[in-house]
Antibody, heavy 124, light 109 residues
Framework: QVQLQESGPGLVKPSETLSLTCTVSGGSISSYYWSWIRQPPGKGLEWIGYIYYSGSTNYNPSLKSRVTISVDTSKNQFSLKLSSVTAADTAVYYC??????????????????WGKGTTVTVSS | SSELTQDPAVSVALGQTVRITCQGDSLRSYYASWYQQKPGQAPVLVIYGKNNRPSGIPDRFSGSSSGNTASLTITGAQAEDEADYYCNSRDSSGNHLRVFGGGTKLTVL
């Protein structure tokens, strides 16, 4: 079955760029949307954005000016870059696959496969 | 602030039924998906679409929707159901953005 694994530095300095990669194994990255979600310590989930395997993206408006999500189909990976980080960006970062269905005239979307998450701390 | 509103905490007696709700304007047009998260673990999808359960999710979990409210019902709650539950759906801007509810902590007494 499809598995996702986040990787990247666990410590980033303030004002620098956070970079994470999600590796997809057990299946192809093609034909799906792929998401990033984060969770600050003791808080709820926050959707960061998603990318289609073809490269089209959509971002959370509150992060849009600092976020870039990209995909490398040859490596079956997609990546997150978050610039100008502050302590408020300290969180567990998850990658997830977005699937979809259609019933009763409505498309619906859901994140059915998640990585285990990686903790990123922003500190000098 | 979230466009999807959940009660911060709900409790249920062991074996009883509990409903966790999620309110938002976008839910009038789009289904919510529901995620269970236990401490130190990644979220797990429990309900999606009109009322679909992924393989491995017990049939005591069910979903429903009415107006601007989506609901996750656990019929016969078990101790292992104690967790945080999050709803997720499209936002109301029409721009294909996603949003999570603030989460509900379920305590099984």
């Amino acid at each position: 079955q499809v598995q996702l694994q986040e990787s990247g530095p666990g410590l980033v300095k303030p004002s620098e760029t956070l970079s994470l990669t999600c590796t997809v194994s057990g299946g192809s990255i093609s034909s799906y949307y792929w998401s990033w979600i984060r969770q600050p310590p003791g808080k709820g989930l926050e959707w960061i954005g998603y990318i289609y395997y073809s490269g089209s993206t959509n971002y959370n408006p509150s992060l849009k000016s600092r976020v870039t999500i990209s995909v490398d189909t040859s490596k079956n990976q997609f990546s997150l870059k978050l610039s100008s980080v502050t302590a408020a960006d300290t969180a567990v970062y998850y990658c997830a696959r977005r699937s979809h269905g259609y019933s009763y005239g409505i498309y619906y979307y859901y994140m059915d496969v998640w990585g285990k998450g990686t903790t990123v701390t922003v500190s000098s | 602030s979230s466009e999807l509103t959940q009660d911060p905490a709900v409790s249920v007696a062991l074996g009883q039924t509990v409903r966790i709700t999620c309110q938002g304007d976008s839910l009038r047009s789009y289904y919510a998906s529901w995620y269970q998260q236990k401490p130190g673990q990644a979220p797990v999808l429990v309900i999606y679409g009109k009322n679909n359960r992924p393989s491995g999710i017990p049939d005591r979990f069910s979903g429903s929707s009415s107006g601007n409210t989506a609901s996750l019902t656990i019929t016969g709650a078990q101790a292992e159901d104690e967790a945080d539950y999050y709803c997720n759906s499209r936002d109301s801007s029409g721009n294909h953005l996603r949003v999570f509810g603030g989460g509900t902590k379920l305590t099984v007494l």
